[in-house]
């Protein structure tokens, strides 16, 4: 598997234009995917964060591990600071399907909480966008989504029902990989998508920090 210092190689992540509506649609199908990933997880945080006061800290702690600075640093953005950090060819988030999660397959526990509903609609997505990453070229889309060859077999045999269950499973939340560099130099000035791509490729927490 290629390193993480060439993320690029034979990914054909950008076009002559890329960063603007009109042209993203020249993109890779899994390159549109992690734009769309990036924008709905960090607007739905930033959601959270504009009543970040009011929400148990517990309840933050458990839904978005280790996000807490993240929180606070959204609750200060415009959406549209929003828009521009989320638009990114690498994604921002990862997931790690941890040992002791239950199989694909397992039965959900039911709940009725809105921040575990909309836990497991986020991660039943980013599953969704990592299985087709690995599906259209295994190498690559491992690369992109940080996923081990064990994680990737056990996608790629799962069924969407399966998919579901997973994503129910305790402990699974996304984890933020970009650093706080990316989203300070993002903020700060006006980026291209290539210079944000890059930055947070260079910048992205190793998988370590989420064992």
Request: charged fraction near 25%.
């Amino acid at each position: 598997m290629a390193s993480r210092t060439q993320p690029f190689k034979g990914m054909p992540l950008f076009t002559s234009q890329s960063g603007g509506n009109d042209t993203q649609w020249q993109l890779p199908t899994e390159t549109r995917a992690v734009r769309a990933e990036n924008l709905t997880v960090l607007l739905r945080r930033w959601e959270i964060a504009r009543v970040l006061d009011d929400i148990d800290p517990r309840i933050v702690a458990r839904w978005f591990p280790g996000q807490r600075d993240l929180l606070e640093r959204l609750s200060v953005y415009s959406e549209e600071d929003v828009t521009a950090a989320a638009d990114c060819l690498c994604p921002l988030f990862t997931i790690a399907l941890l040992e002791g999660h239950p199989a694909p397959g397992s039965r959900p526990f039911s709940t009725v909480d809105p921040h575990e509903l909309g836990n497991r609609e986020e991660v039943f997505m980013a599953l969704c966008v990592r299985l087709d990453a690995i599906r259209t070229d295994m190498e690559k889309g491992c690369i992109l989504h940080d996923l081990t060859a064990s994680e990737a077999g056990i996608l790629s045999a799962s069924t969407p029902h399966q998919l579901k269950d997973l994503a129910a499973s305790p402990g699974m939340a996304l984890n933020l990989s970009a650093s706080d560099q990316y989203f300070s130099a993002v903020l700060a000035g006006n980026m291209t998508v290539g210079e944000r791509t890059r930055l947070a490729f260079m910048s992205k927490k190793g998988r370590a920090n989420f064992r």
